[in-house]
């Protein structure tokens, strides 16, 4: 299975670097997002999870720095650790990683939120 | 030259004052949102915090004129896209971002509604309700409302929102909300 790598850039919308990797399972977002087309864009990644989840069956850390998400995007992440909190819950084995500023209260609400929406073990790590 | 239409906007430029760093208004596509986005990155460095959230704010609200504005534009590209206003004000304790435009009278009753319940809901009450409005499937219309909500939970503040009719069919649609410092 081929990894899933895209290359983020600030050029008219914020399009997040993403890198997953398909033989370790680590999986990151990084920068900011805020998208054209939200749904189109996560898309993809849903489906790359989807697949390394039927063929690889391997453990998935999704790693999380995003600095900034639009609202559009809060969906598009909710749909994806809903995806990861099920495959846990059929056995697979599930890390996520949050990354935030320790200055930015409103994006730890966002992670805690996330905790109390999907009952994934979210880990908040400030930097 | 047309002299009322210069002193129109002189008399436009002195209202706006030395405590507004921003005003537009016209469509709202990908291209203005960067620019002002950008502009506002760097009008508000020094207060980094205030910043990100008039930032956020604007994201949200200026992306709703796109969307759902009644007063739409053709560009050269042929896209269809939502006229309306952006202002940011600046005061000793706090920034006031505004957003101004046209809405179909018919739409302005849910959209009044959802404003009063967002004021209504202290933050934990607003979470839940993002929270709730966040699983419902993502009808284009229910996207305003969560833009709405996340602009309530940004700002900490209550959503000013002022509706006046300006024909049958349509209503100018206001909203400013107060960003501290």
Redesign the interface.
């Known amino acids: 299975m081929e990894n899933l790598e895209i290359e983020g850039s600030h ?3 914020f399009i997040p670097t993403v890198s997953f990797n398909a033989k370790t399972g680590i999986c990151e977002i990084s920068g900011e997002s ?1 998208l ?1 087309d939200t ?1 189109e864009f996560y898309k993809q990644i849903v489906e790359w999870l989807e697949r390394y989840i039927d063929e690889v069956k391997g453990p998935i850390a999704f790693i999380v720095k995003l600095s ?1 998400f ?3 995007t ?2 598009s992440l ?1 749909d994806i650790l809903n995806l990861l909190k099920d495959y846990e819950d059929e056995g697979g084995e599930v890390v996520v990683n949050w990354h935030f500023d320790e ?2 209260v ?1 994006m730890e ?1 966002d992670i805690d ?1 996330y905790i ?2 999907t009952g994934l073990d979210i880990n908040k790590i400030p930097y | 030259m047309d002299n009322q239409l210069n002193s129109n906007i002189l008399d436009l430029y002195r209202t706006l004052g030395n405590n507004t760093p921003l005003s537009y208004k016209g469509p709202i596509d990908d291209h203005i949102l960067q620019v002002i986005g950008t502009y506002i990155g760097g009008l508000l460095k020094h207060s980094p915090k205030a910043g990100k959230k008039v930032f956020k704010i604007f994201i949200e609200l200026a992306q709703n004129i796109s969307y759902y504005s009644a007063e739409r534009s053709k560009l050269s590209n042929n896209k269809d896209i939502g006229t309306g206003m952006v202002l940011i004000s600046e005061q000793a304790e706090y920034y006031t971002f505004m957003t101004g435009n046209l809405v179909k009278t018919d739409d302005i009753i849910t959209i009044i509604e959802k404003s009063e319940v967002i004021n209504s809901l202290d933050r934990e009450e607003l979470r839940q309700y993002k929270r709730e409005q966040r699983k419902l499937p993502p009808g284009k219309k229910g996207g305003a409302h969560i833009g709405l909500i996340q602009v309530a939970l940004t700002s900490s503040n209550p959503l000013d929102i002022e509706v006046n009719p300006v024909d049958d069919e349509h209503s100018f649609f206001s909203i400013a909300v107060k960003i501290d410092k």
């Open positions: 050029k008219n919308f805020f054209e749904v900034y639009n609202t559009s809060s969906r909710l200055n930015d409103d609400e939120d109390i929406d």
